[in-house]
């Protein structure tokens, strides 16, 4: 059966890592002997440029009509005083697309113990971070010439659809759930705490479900990651949090994601969790792995390939154990070297499988 997919490489590095990226599912295409057809769009600053318009009619129609969306990054200097902003561009397709669970997977790849600022082994985490409310997308929001103001709202439901899955995870791993807010001091928190307590209560009676305060979680995923298996959140701790874990790990560069809506096949965005990263744009020399795990994790969840995701994932950790890596994680290859090796370590791995 074919496959299509859209691919939306925006900004500074995003172009970069996506080039690898979309080599990448070709390769597993020719190995899996499936069609991938992958059709670009415009997204970010270089939508702005072309169209005045950070997320173009001809990108939403383009991400409704196919399986999945492998988004680079936006963003950049140039646009950041505008009226229309690269960001507004990625908000607006997140929502268009309705996926509200944001899966950030994090690991300490083979051989990056030393760059990570962890002084013993750890297996990593995933961290869900709802992707559709919070201070993102709340109204009113605005700004006045001395004043700015945003607005925080969460539903019960927008809640307890993003913790089901979090409690879904925890329940398929064994282990705890730990969801993170701020219900010491904010309502939308005090709200997220009742309702994600009250789901477990009713549907999740075994799985055992812990509560942090948002500051509190962040000095102890420094120094006790081991505790935080399966994490939910709300959308901006979400975002600050899966950043630390990139510090966790040794570069936000290895770092990819999954969005989706539901704990089964189904359309997904995929990207990984860095910017457009300016101060290194056009250098040749972006981590393609936060990109390339965003593949692995569109072949399982949107295109039902899980052993060419799982295939794909080894590729990875085979070449940062080989040592090929960009300088962001101590190495001194750049980015299609990484992928070269990459590529290679698939074809190994198919070959032994056959
Ligand atoms: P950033 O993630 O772009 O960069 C932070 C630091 O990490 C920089 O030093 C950068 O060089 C490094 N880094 C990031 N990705 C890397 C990679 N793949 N390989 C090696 N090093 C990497 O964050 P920022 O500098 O705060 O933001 C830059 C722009 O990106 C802003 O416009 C911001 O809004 C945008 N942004 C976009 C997304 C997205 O599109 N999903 C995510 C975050 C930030
Ligand atoms: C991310 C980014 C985005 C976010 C920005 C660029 C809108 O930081 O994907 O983590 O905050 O969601
Ligand atoms: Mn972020």
Not at 30 to 39: D, I, K, N, V, Y
Not at 246 to 265: D, E, N
Request: aromatic letters at 6%; charged letters at 20%; glycine letters at 12%.
């Amino acid at each position: 059966m074919g496959h299509h997919i859209a691919v939306l490489p925006g900004d500074g590095i995003g172009p970069e890592v996506t080039e690898q990226a979309l080599r990448l599912l070709e390769e597993v295409s020719r190995l899996g002997q499936f069609t991938l057809e992958a059709t670009e769009g415009l997204i970010g600053g270089r939508a702005i440029d072309e169209t005045g318009d950070p997320f173009p009619p001809a990108s939403d129609e383009l991400v409704h009509r196919t399986e999945a969306t492998l988004l680079g990054a936006v963003g950049g200097p140039k646009w950041a005083q505008g009226p229309a902003t690269p960001e507004q561009g990625l908000l607006r397709l997140r929502a268009s697309l309705g996926l509200f669970a944001n899966i950030r997977p994090f690991e300490v790849l083979p051989g990056l113990e030393a760059v990570t600022p962890l002084k013993r082994p750890f297996a990593g985490g995933v961290i869900i971070r709802e992707l559709l409310g919070g201070l993102y997308y709340g109204e009113p929001r605005g700004r006045l010439e001395r004043e700015a103001f945003d607005t925080s709202r969460y539903t019960t439901s927008e809640i307890e659809r993003v913790a089901r899955l979090g409690f879904e995870l925890a329940k398929s791993e064994g282990v705890p759930l730990i969801s993170i807010d701020k219900a010491n001091v904010l309502q939308t928190s005090k709200l997220w705490r009742d309702t994600v307590t009250r789901l477990g209560q009713a549907e999740y009676p075994t799985v055992r479900l812990e509560h942090r305060y948002v500051d509190a979680a962040a000095m102890e995923m420094v120094i006790a990651p081991e505790r935080f298996k399966v994490v939910v959140t709300e959308n901006l701790f979400g975002d600050i949090l899966s950043d630390l874990t990139g510090g966790l790990v040794g570069s936000l560069g290895v770092l990819g994601s999954a969005t989706v809506s539901q704990w089964s096949q189904g359309r997904g965005l995929y990207e990984p969790i860095h910017g457009s990263a300016p101060d290194i744009a056009g250098k040749g020399i972006a981590n393609p792995i936060g990109a390339l795990w965003s593949c692995a994790l569109m072949l399982e969840w949107s295109l039902a390939k899980p052993e060419a995701g799982a295939f794909v994932k080894d590729a990875i950790r085979r070449t940062v154990a080989e040592g090929i890596c960009t300088p962001d994680i101590g190495g001194s290859a750049g980015t299609a070297e990484v992928a070269d090796a990459v590529i290679r370590h698939l074809h190994i791995l198919a070959g032994a499988s056959r």
